[in-house]
């Protein structure tokens, strides 16, 4: 249908260099390199777009409308961070700088990203928020086993509350930081849907942004404060 034309799917993966094997996964990088390429130098800040995990599938009311100005729609997660599924503005996934490049491995990433907003006025609107396992409104494809790579994953995650407790300054840290560096390759699968295969390593290398931190343990209480002392900052700052 011409209704259809108005909309893109672009499916966003990480490759594997030749000879290497588990690769931290580095989910915000893959989605700045989306919006990247759906973008391809046009000015589309008055679309929206959606992130979607795409192990995560939609089966019953779903809103994937476009929301107001200044608003994030949460579908699909934990209400602690934007993960699973979100529909926002591109001018304000712009004004937030996208996702941080920094997270690999499994974890705040999206708890990030829930910050950035918050820390920018972005309103979150959870009236068709779906919490995750629910068994409403998404179906997730259960991917946890006991792989190694798997494993290695989460170990990350020590590294990641680490960069989430100390990384407060998001202007310095996102989509605009790849602008010059970005490359990957993509392909057509039909009329609407893109496949991009992303080198992180290659990006991150080419990058200012640097990763040298030891994991260290963080409580819960230790992440709490520093999602308020982000927020807080940005007020003052303000």
């Known amino acids: 249908p011409d209704s259809f ?6 499916i966003s993966e990480q490759v594997q260099p030749e000879g290497e094997k588990n690769k931290l996964f580095n989910r915000g990088l893959l989605l700045n390199c989306a919006l990247h390429f759906l973008r ?5 800040e008055d679309d929206y777009v959606c992130f979607q995990d795409v192990d995560t599938l939609p089966i019953r009311g779903v ?3 476009c929301p107001p100005v200044g608003t994030v729609r949460h579908l699909y997660g934990h209400g602690f961070s934007l993960s699973g599924c979100i529909v926002m503005r591109i001018a304000d996934f712009m004004k937030v700088n996208g996702y941080s490049n920094l997270y690999q491995g499994w ?9 950035r907003c918050l820390r920018d ?7 068709y928020f779906h919490k995750r396992y629910s068994n409403s409104g998404f179906r997730e494809l259960d991917a946890r086993h006991e ?16 960069i989430f407790v100390r990384a407060f300054d998001h202007l310095e840290d996102g989509f605009q930081q790849l602008l010059e ?23 991150l290398s080419s990058s ?3 990763i040298h931190i030891k994991p260290m343990k963080f409580s819960q209480s230790e992440i709490r404060t520093a999602d308020l002392a982000g927020i807080q900052q940005a007020e003052v700052q303000a």
């Open 40 to 44: 391809r130098g046009a000015a589309i």
């Open 121 to 127: 006025k972005i309103d979150i609107d959870y009236r």
């Open 63 to 65: 809103n994937f409308l």
């Open 208 to 210: 200012d942004i640097e």
């Open 5 to 10: 034309s108005r909309f893109e799917i672009i």
């Open 107 to 115: 974890g705040f990433e999206d708890r990030d990203f829930k910050r």
């Open 147 to 162: 792989d190694p790579a798997i494993k290695r994953q989460l170990a990350q995650t020590d590294i990641n509350a680490h």
């Open 181 to 203: 560096n970005i490359n990957y390759e993509a392909t057509r699968q039909d009329d609407l849907c893109q496949h991009l295969l992303v080198d992180c390593d290659e990006i």
